[in-house]
């Protein structure tokens, strides 16, 4: 499996922004072809110093391999999300990770 996870931060950090980016994710990048977690969110009110809190929305996407990840990546409705929102991020990090499930 691979998780892919992007973390935003914005440049209009209000709320209504958020909820907007939020929505947009939901719209756009949700079912797609092998996904098989689809989570969007904000910043928990959780401050310890050990958690970075420079950012508004955090999207995560576990895909069943890294081949659906990477047609994801070129599916339009991929492409419509960057075309719709990329304008409202003043920074967008982004991680990938190999996955294997443990069950102890």
């Not at 922004?17 to 009110?45: N, Q």
């Not at 991929?78 to 929102?85: D, L, P, Q, T």
Request: glycine share 4%; net charge negative.
């Amino acid at each position: 499996m691979l998780a892919h996870t992007v973390f935003f931060r914005l440049k209009d950090r209000s709320p209504a922004a958020v909820e907007r980016l939020i929505a947009g994710c939901r719209e756009h990048l949700s079912g797609h072809l092998g996904e098989v977690v689809f989570a969007v969110g904000t910043c928990a009110p959780y401050d310890r110093h050990v958690n970075d809190r420079d950012w508004q929305v955090a999207l995560n996407i576990v895909f069943d391999s890294r081949a659906t990840h990477d047609a994801y990546q070129q599916a339009e409705r991929h492409e419509i999300f960057i075309a719709a929102h990329a304008d409202s991020w003043e920074l967008v990090r982004i991680f990938d990770a190999d996955l294997s499930v443990c069950n102890t």
